[in-house]
């Protein structure tokens, strides 16, 4: 599985970005997919996943309300769409997919791809 994440970039508090993981190596549509984050210093953390549908999201209490993943089954891709950006959100962001098929979540032995920098200044 390949997993190719773009998007991120430096941007203000209170600012949107939107980050995209493109998907390769299997059927997308039967995977969980998400996106998880490591500030640093500190430990890689879930931010939210997806199931195979889209119809169940899950989110980090500190992104609820802020943040919206969703994927397009068509295209191979899941996107995280990241609103009111708060300095703490800084970190490397990375797409997952479960190890498993047809799962509901990603959990934390997925695969992972390549991050992407968010940089959010105050």
């Known amino acids: 599985v390949q997993l190719q994440a773009s998007g991120g970039g430096s941007v203000q508090a209170g600012d949107s970005l939107r980050l995209s993981c493109a998907a390769s190596g299997r059927t997308f549509s039967r995977s969980a997919m998400g996106w998880f984050r490591q500030a640093p210093g500190k430990e890689r953390e879930f931010v939210a996943d997806?199931?195979?549908?889209?119809?169940?999201?899950y989110y980090a209490d500190s992104v609820k309300g802020r943040f919206t993943i969703s994927r397009d089954n068509t295209k191979n891709t899941v996107y995280l769409q990241m609103n009111s950006l708060k300095p703490e959100d800084t970190a490397v962001y990375y797409c997952?997919?479960?190890?498993?098929?047809?799962?509901?979540?990603?959990?934390?032995?997925?695969?992972w791809g390549q991050g992407t920098q968010v940089t959010v200044s105050s």
């Open positions: 997806i199931n195979r549908s889209g119809g169940y999201r």
């Open positions: 997952a997919a479960a190890r498993q098929e047809f799962t509901s979540r990603v959990g934390t032995d997925g695969y």
